[in-house]
């Protein structure tokens, strides 16, 4: 890619001032010079094949046991820090918009470039996100919390900063509650939220060929919510179901779109294993890069199983804290950086932006205008009678509780209005690659279609028929019983004259 | 004139330390200074530290000299401040600013002597905090967006050799001295007991501004020495500051005023004399400057308006 064309897209309204003309400047090696050390973030090839060999032994051995036989005697802790990019139309500190996939530093202004003389300028928005999911995750917010400054050199950081939040982070001391899947056991588990805190994401490298890496800045500046869990989860599907209920949670709040390819939910996993009855930790390590669910769920318990064989091994000194990538490609984690003691970034409270100050009244009227969210609709469903297979269907997504919801205040019964969504409009929707928002059906035609079958109005073979005409083209059960003549005769006397 | 911190936007200035920055004004009248302020003072979107405060008409407000009785600033009170004319300050500055306050008392002022007793922890605080700062707010010159860049086979180096070319040597020591002061381990030594001491500084300020309408220092402890004269001994440079970072700790507005001359160079060496004000009570100063400018003739090149 050109990097001529990297900062034509740099808008200029107000921003006229703007002492640095970069657009008409010719930067090859300019805005991009590193090469690809120390700063890649994907280990060389040779580097993990030589990995292959040393751990294949390991790797053989615990694709042959189960893990449960592995873990005898042993268990894990996990802890997981998401970040989640925030969905506001603005920056988190300027006024840029931000769509993911753009061109390359186009969505760029000075503020957010770091360019000298510029000044921070939080959104309320990001606030007002903060708070909504702070109160979903049963937090106590601070009153008063504030800004510090994360320091460290990075080219994706164009400050030499990231403004974050340090000691006094906007929540603390929540909880998320979910329900395992049925496939899996299924169990009520609550895990512990540490913090909840404010920040800004950093840019983008992109390695090309040559031996220079190019600065996207699109995202820098991006809002993200950072959420810290306590170590209560203990195994790679806890871990999976902790990271989907928080997707959950902020595509129910209408705070992210938690997409994970987009990086809009993005989790690091701190995994250590200890002897059952230890009191403290084993060496944690962490494993980035898993996106998705079931990648997360592969890769703990794969990290689970690496550490387990060397505690029993008697090798626990050779687990080191470091970062470990999950290679989806080998189904396994790499060493991606060994830790040389702990980073140091001198926090300090970010002089160029006043306190966070919350009120009771923006916090109340926030929490009245929270939805219904997942863990209180599941017990809803529950009470109704529902099985926790479809609870947990239902649930799910918000459009499908929607629909659901409609169906059930429409007359419905609940477990046949969830039999009808599951079944054939789940499977509609699956083949013909849609959502439930997208189809014609509406939820009071489904509580018609049902009422017309348990009254015996049709049957419920003619109701099926009934549904997919419903599903494709619309219009109201009512109608296409009458236009069909599809009313069931039920009279004896009556079937007796065919 | 420097402002009260916040007074004026600070949205275009190159960042030194943020919670310090304030943008003043220099001028050849306290008038064109109050024509200055006036016109960059207020509030900036997007400036989150700038006031919202109304901006007073402070040019409007000064009076000309025609039209000031014998006691223009009848009642006023003003506070001398005790540590600012005492060890380690010239004598000859300290002769001139005396008389300046009996200027001021002879214009009507009620003038006493005052004590800051944390007037002495000002300076360490202020290099503290200001080159905190400083070291985090020119990380962004790091050649990778703008400026020099030293090509470099690695990251590290690329940085390392960037800045090490741009910087000067100053520049560099106050880097050095911000990154060691927020360090682990040093942060709580360092940083957070010169943020105590600021605030002790601002307590200080407000209690003794309970009973004075403005408080008078020298503005520098001597008289200007020579250019290269203290080069080799920064601390000696730093110690120039001390009258002035008090002030700056604390945000208040500050007006400095040529107010006499000491023996130095052919024909002697100017002395400021600094007065200070609550916050954003600029008109204040300005009023009390102007009428101290026009009054007191004995320097020589103050235009009178």
Known sequence: MASTSFFRGIRSNYWMACPFSISNRRCGPYFCTLQSSKAQTVPHKENIQGQNKVQERTSQSISRKPLEQIMHGYEAIIGIETHVQLSTTTKAFCSCPYFYGSRPNTNICPVCMGLPGTLPVLNSKVVNFAVKLALALNCELSMISKFDRKQYFYPDLPKGYQISQFDIPIATKGFIDLDLPVEFGGGHRRFGITRVHMEEDAGKLLHSEGSYSQVDLNRAGVPLLEIVSEPDMRSGLEAAEYAAELQRLVRYLGVSNGNMQEGSLRCDVNVSVRPIGQVEFGTKVEIKNMNSFSAMNRAIDYEISRQTLLHSQGQSDQIVQETRLWEEGYQKTVTMRKKEGLADYRYFPEPDLPEVVLTNDYIENIRRSLPELPEAKRRRYEMMGLSLQDVLFLANDMSVAYFFDLTHENGADAKLAANWIMGDIAAFLKNEHLTIDEIKLTPNELANLIASIRDGTISGKIGKEILFELLSKGGTVKKIIEEKNLVQIVDPGEIKQW | ?305
């Open chain 2, 1 to 305: 004139m420097k402002p009260t911190y916040g007074r004026v936007s600070r949205f275009g200035l190159m960042a030194y330390a943020s919670s310090l920055d304030v943008i003043g004004c220099f001028g050849s009248s306290v008038y064109d200074v109050a024509i200055l302020l006036q016109v960059i003072s207020g509030h900036d979107r997007l400036d989150a530290t700038s006031s919202k405060r109304e901006v007073p008409d402070f040019a409007n407000k000064l009076a000309s000299i025609d039209n000031l009785d014998s006691k223009p600033l009848k009642g006023l009170r003003v506070g001398l401040i005790q540590e600012t004319i005492g060890e380690r300050v010239d004598a000859g500055v300290i002769q001139v600013v005396q008389s300046a306050a009996s200027h001021l008392e002879q214009l009507g002022c009620v003038l006493s002597e005052i004590s800051l007793p944390t007037f002495s922890l000002g300076l360490p605080a202020y290099y503290i905090l200001a080159s905190s700062e400083a070291s985090s707010n020119l990380s962004r010159y790091d050649g990778i967006r703008y400026g020099k860049q030293v090509e470099a086979g690695e990251l590290g180096a690329l940085y390392g050799n960037s800045r090490g070319n741009g910087f000067g040597a100053e520049v560099k020591m106050r880097i050095l001295m911000g990154t060691y002061a927020l360090s682990a381990g040093y942060y709580d030594a360092y940083y957070k007991n010169a943020q105590q001491v600021r605030t002790l500084i601002k307590k200080c300020f407000k209690d003794a501004m309970k009973d004075n309408d403005i408080l008078i220092s020298p503005a520098a402890p001597s008289a200007a020495y020579k250019i290269g004269e203290k080069t080799d001994d920064p601390l000696a440079m730093y110690a120039g500051d001390i009258m002035t970072v008090n002030v700056n700790l604390a945000g208040l507005p500050a007006l400095v005023v040529p107010c006499g001359y000491v023996d130095g160079g052919p024909s002697g060496l100017p002395v400021g004399l600094q007065m200070i004000a609550a916050p954003f009570r600029e008109e204040e100063l300005l009023k009390v400057g102007h009428i101290f400018e026009q009054t007191r003739r004995c320097f020589r090149f103050a235009p009178i308006s």
